[in-house]
């Protein structure tokens, strides 16, 4: 799977908020390029976000998961492959800072990012969880395609059809991708035929290891995941 990004303009980008634990890591100045667009759409009509996370990596929410087991509290990473942030077509923004900056109340601030192709995970205006976060459905009128399947509450169905639409088919991997993926990520050596019986053990041992549901089944949100890991960018490779 080629995933689409581009990298985020240094202007925006020197506005990204540095993470008390030292600096972003890298993989955060990419994007798919309906979401750095509307950005700096934002950037240039005075909405200066601070960003605070924008594409994701597999590995990175891997790790991250794994920080919330050893706290012992609630699990808060979604599991890899499962959020928007893996395409590029999220982010996650510091909108308290962007309320005291505009003046706006969060519904205003709200319509005038969703004007330009920004439009929150939450569609009620309250300031509770995932308020922060904002998906690329394009804007205004754009946008309506997507909207058609989201919920009253939450953009996330909507942005999930944008996910389906961009990537559904590099997700339906024939037995031979899944040999291909499961070799290329070390979980099968190379060469011999595949059949799928004998890469179920395979299927098995990669599901255990990225969380998943382990049924040695190469379903849905498994080939997602083999996808995701195995995706290359037009520019080189991807950071971690
Ligand atoms: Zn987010």
Redesign the pocket.
Known sequence: MILDLVPVPDFVRSHYRKDKSGPLPRRIAWGHPDLVASLVRCYQDGFRLVVS?CWRSAESSRARRAEFEARGGPQLAKRPGE?P?FFGL?I?IDYSLALLETKLTKPQLDAELSARGLWCHRRDGFAGS?A??YNALGPGDAAKPWLAAASPRSTSRAVEARVIDLYGKAFALSTVEVARALASLGYVSGGGTATYEALKPAIRDFQDDWGLDVDGIAGPKTQRLLACLTATHKGGPLPR
Request: hydrophobic share 10%; glycine share 0%.
């Open positions: 996370d959020s942030h999220s996650d995932e922060w976060h």
